[in-house]
């Protein structure tokens, strides 16, 4: 019917009336519910303008007509909305929001165009309410809809899922689940599967509208969805693939597939179809097959040339399901075959079981079900513990990912078995093992909405976990440790006693970004975590290097417990080499300093700072350490003075005083003007003399160590202490103690420090077998207790005591002196001679001279005479150094150019030529002594110089030295001589005596050496 024959008011009811229902039926439509509301809104305003226009009877002109019309036409696109969207798959809905919402707003946008034309035409009618009619028109045609945010995310997490080409069943769980609960869905397998139904019908519909990037698009959606867990009911696919391997029992075991139906494969490309379509002649094809070729041009069926008719396509649902059945039963018997091979235990036919596998779960997500229904999980897990083969291990750990990945069911089904244990301890196999060992471990710590935090929990309570994930982290593998550490990090969140565990592993960053930066609480646990942990000198160094020193100090200044921990890190830490610089440049000294002498400090505290003072003061390190932060040196004095102070307070216990003195002699031990000070000024002796008496032997051995420091300055008030009651008892027990050689050597020093004079102390030390005690460390001692003994022996070598040398040797000291010559180190060796010399000083008036006989034939027989002493000498008797083999070895002194020895050696060969000069000198011609003498003359220092001089003006009173060896010494003296004006005189004035004697004599003297001149 003509609209112009129509009355205008009919028109206008019947439009009130479409109005009206639209409005009512935007309302309830339940997708994009805002955009809808505002435009059923919008419509339910239009009614009173309408009832207006009617009431004031409309004009009845061409304009108002068309206006009318055009209303019309665009409430009626609007109702044709509203019903497109009222009863549509919500899933599709969602997926379409965008479109859907730009829809709205464009029909809410023409309603307000044409409004605004009918409100023109009918000016006058509507004067009554043109404001009302003109602000409802302009805000239709200014309207702006957008979908909600959420569900626009979700359609771009999708849209990019699509694009990057994401099947993998975790993306599938986690779009359904979001999908679902946006457009209020249960996340049910029944719920799901209606909603999925309801989606391939939109995909079919849009295929029949031709509408084929539509069904492009639906199709991926609907493949992706269907990977989902929530799509499948686990028995219905467990029931399904039951009913599969019934029907497969009937082919051959070693059968693995089924070749496929002729009318399986599409007529135009030859392969088995996914989607088939049928033709109007019947023939069917794989849908995108058939959509190129048509839009190639062609009009004919592709199988018999017949021209078509009819290009519509229309789903061949029937073919697709037999497919799909095919496909299943396929399925089913590779899973059988590889069954049979994963049982042969054979190594190549478990891999081309675990690739039949990956190759089956790339086909299809249902097969992760039905490999674990047909128990093979549970079979490359036990495989995995038995095999030792790194390739096979390797491959099931893949496998198990792949079986894993998204699909919560099997993730649980691992976690609960044993593969958890032999997935954790493959973590700490080769690298490439370990690589997907720590890649499956990952992908089971996920679930659909981010981390498994009791998966995560379960895995913290394993230390072995943790101990590899460390390993890792620091091996070669980039990809391995980034997956380590992101698996670390999320253990530290949940728990953080798991950064101490990582610390004990090796890890120490996070512990000390712990410490540098997390709350008060965290950072007392990473202390005392640190406090607890076994730590090698390598360990430590890792520590300081990453920056733990700074926040440790800076916890000094906290409150007790913080304090007291931080201390008793810094202990630990102060005990490499490195911390110790790092320690010092962070000015951590002043502040350990000013709190241990500080009033009030409890004795914890102060034995705390005692240690780290004791740290940096070892290992002859000494004030090394003893800077402020801008490196210069501290004040010493007044730390000596505390450190011994601090052994006088009453409140001080072992804890406090041992460290405190090993602190004082680290300092002392290595800065000679501070043992001075600590003597002087401190009173050091007086205070330490007292710890020998202590209850903690270890002090009592630092206390013996510190005096024999002192005691080079202070020996008087030393020996009053020791003389008194069960004191030097205690001084010949150190010397005893053989398991501690540097309680020996500081005993032995003391001893050796104390004057020669006092002999009293020489005889009580006597009575008390102390010869024996320093002898033993003679043949035992360490050579620093050695050096010191040889020392201490001097008190008993006093040539005006010869008890005490009888004493001395009696006890076995003359072989050990002469050894010393050959084998000690340079003081030994010096002091070894200078000792033979003291006891060699003796020998002439121990000497048995025998009388003479008148005739030799009636002579008794006798013991040699003594070359030197002319006499019957022995080392017991007389302790000649030539019964004791001592000369050879006193020669070899001389031709070492060294000073000490060399000066030591010619003092005890002068001994020879006291009494007899002729005798003397003929021995010390007969062991070559005199050559390398006069050689001293040419390198000796002065007084090395002075010695030789005075032997040889001994030696050369003989004539027949003196022509022997006359002309090589006149070229050595005449040189020296020169130095009476320069230099020294002394040794110039000398050396022109001995000159003088060499001149004395003629060379027609008559040697009394057999073969001297032949």
Not at 642 to 664: D, W
Request: overall charge negative.
């Amino acid at each position: 019917m003509a609209m112009e024959l129509i009355p205008v008011g009919t028109i206008l009811a019947v439009l009130t009336n479409q109005v009206i229902k639209t409005a009512h039926a935007a309302k309830d439509v339940l997708i994009e519910k805002e955009s809808f509301k505002v435009l059923s809104k919008h419509l339910f305003d239009i009614e009173p303008v309408l009832k207006e226009l009617q009431l004031q009877e409309l004009n009845d002109s061409q304009a108002a007509r068309l206006a009318l019309e055009s209303l019309e036409a665009d409430v009626k696109k609007a109702n044709n909305l509203v019903d497109k969207y009222k009863n549509r798959a919500r899933f599709y809905l969602l997926v379409k929001c965008r479109y859907i919402v730009k829809e709205v707003q464009d029909v809410t946008r023409d309603i307000g165009r044409s409004l605004a034309a009918l409100s023109l035409a009918n000016t006058e009618v509507l004067s009554r309410i043109s404001d009302q009619v003109s602000r409802l028109h302009n805000e239709m045609q200014r309207v702006e809809f957008e979908a909600s945010n959420s569900r626009l995310q979700i359609v771009d997490k999708l849209n990019q899922g699509l694009r990057d080409q994401k099947h993998d069943q975790g993306f599938a769980n986690d779009m359904l689940e979001e999908i679902a609960r946006a457009v209020g869905v249960p996340v049910e397998p029944s719920e799901i599967s209606k909603e999925l139904a309801s989606f391939r019908r939109e995909k079919e519909e849009a295929a029949n509208r031709k509408e084929r990037a539509e069904v492009l698009f639906l199709e991926q959606i609907i493949e992706l969805l269907s990977r989902a867990d929530a799509a499948r009911d686990y028995e219905e696919v467990k029931k399904q693939y039951l009913q599969r391997v019934q029907v497969i029992e009937r082919y051959d075991e070693k059968e693995e597939y089924i070749q496929p139906l002729n009318s399986f494969l599409c007529r135009i490309c030859g392969n088995v179809m996914v989607d088939p379509v049928s033709l109007c002649t019947g023939t069917t094809c794989e849908r995108a097959a058939i959509e190129a070729w048509l839009d190639s041009g062609a009009r004919t069926d592709p199988e018999t040339g017949e021209v078509l008719e009819d290009t519509s396509l229309r789903s061949n649902l029937p073919l697709r399901q037999s497919i799909e059945e095919w496909r299943e039963l396929n399925y089913c018997l590779n899973i059988r075959s590889s069954n049979a091979k994963l049982l042969s235990g054979v190594d190549s036919s478990v891999e081309e079981a675990l690739s039949q596998m990956q190759g089956l779960m790339r086909d299809n997500s249902i097969n992760k079900d039905w490999i674990s229904i047909g128990g093979l999980t549970d079979m490359i897990i036990s495989i995995l513990e038995r095999s030792r083969n790194k390739d096979v291990k390797r491959k099931i750990l893949i496998t198990l990912k792949d079986i894993v990945e998204g699909h919560a069911r099997n993730k649980e089904r691992v976690i609960e078995s044993e593969g958890w244990d032999h997935i954790i301890r493959c973590l700490g196999r080769d690298s490439s093992t370990s690589k997907a060992a720590v890649e499956l471990l990952y992908e089971l710590l996920q679930e659909r909405s981010g981390w498994n935090v009791s998966v995560c929990r379960k895995l913290s309570q394993q230390c072995s976990a943790i101990l590899f994930l460390v390993t890792l982290l620091k091996g070669p593998l980039m990809e391995s440790a980034e997956t380590a550490e992101r698996i670390m990090m999320k253990l530290f969140e949940i728990d953080e006693e798991n950064i101490s565990r990582a610390a004990k592993s090796g890890w120490y960053k996070p512990l000390i970004d712990r410490i540098i930066q997390g709350p008060e609480s965290s950072r007392i646990s990473m202390v005392r975590t640190i406090v607890n942990m076994e730590l090698v000198d390598l360990n430590l160094k890792l520590l300081g290097e990453e920056g733990v020193i700074p926040p440790l100090l800076e916890m000094v200044s906290g409150n007790v417990d913080s304090r007291d921990l931080s201390l008793s890190a810094l202990v630990k830490l102060s005990g490499c080499h490195a911390n110790k610089e790092l320690i010092a440049a962070a000015g951590g000294v002043p502040l350990v300093l000013k709190l241990m002498f500080s009033p009030q400090v409890h004795s914890f505290t102060v034995a705390k700072c005692s240690e780290i003072l004791e740290k940096l003061s070892s290992e002859d390190y000494g004030i090394k350490f003893f800077v402020d932060e801008e490196g210069a040196q501290l004040e010493l004095e007044p730390i000596i003075t505390n450190l011994l102070a601090l052994q006088q307070k009453p409140n001080s216990g072992h804890n406090v005083r041992r460290p405190a003195l090993h602190a004082l002699l680290g300092l002392c031990r290595f800065e000679a003007w501070l043992v001075k000070k600590a003597v002087l000024t401190a009173n050091g002796v007086s205070l330490v003399l007292p710890l020998l008496d202590d209850s903690d032997s270890e002090i009592r051995e630092i206390a013996i160590s510190l005096l024999f420091l002192f005691s080079q300055h202070e020996p008087q008030g030393v020996v009053e202490y020791l003389l008194k009651p069960r004191r030097l008892e205690a001084l010949v027990g150190f010397l005893e103690n053989d398991e501690k050689g540097d309680v020996q050597m500081a005993a032995a020093g003391l001893l050796a420090n104390l004057p020669k004079s006092e002999r009293a102390l020489t005889m009580k030390l006597t009575e008390l077998n102390g010869i024996d005690a320093i002898l033993n460390i003679l043949r035992n001692g360490t050579m620093e207790a050695k050096e010191n003994a040889l020392s201490a022996l001097f008190r008993f070598s006093d040539p005006t005591n010869l008890e005490s040398q009888r004493i001395l040797v009696e006890g076995g000291a003359y072989p050990l002196l002469v050894n010393f010559l050959r084998i000690g180190s340079v003081p030994a060796k010096a002091r070894a001679a200078a000792l033979i010399g003291n006891l060699s000083t003796s020998s002439l008036k121990l000497t048995v001279v025998s009388k003479s006989v008148s005739c030799w034939c009636f002579r008794p027989s006798r013991a040699p005479l003594c070359l030197a002493h002319g006499g019957i000498c022995s080392v017991a008797s007389t302790f000649c150094l030539l019964e004791a083999n001592a000369l050879p070895d006193l020669v070899k002194l001389l031709h070492g150019e060294v000073h000490a020895t060399a000066y030591e050696a010619i003092q005890t060969l002068s001994t020879l030529l006291v009494g007899s000069p002729q005798r003397g000198a003929n021995v010390l011609h007969e062991a070559d002594a005199i050559k390398p003498i006069l050689e001293t003359l040419t390198w000796g220092t002065d007084s090395l110089k002075e010695e030789a001089l005075g032997l040889l003006e001994k030696v050369f009173v003989s004539k027949e030295m003196v022509e022997h060896y006359g002309s090589a010494a006149r070229l050595l003296l005449v040189g020296l001589t020169g130095r009476a004006v320069h230099e020294n005189g002394h040794v110039g004035r000398k050396a022109a005596k001995v000159l003088a004697l060499l001149e004395r004599y003629s060379r027609s003297s008559t040697s009394l050496l057999p073969g001297l001149h032949g």
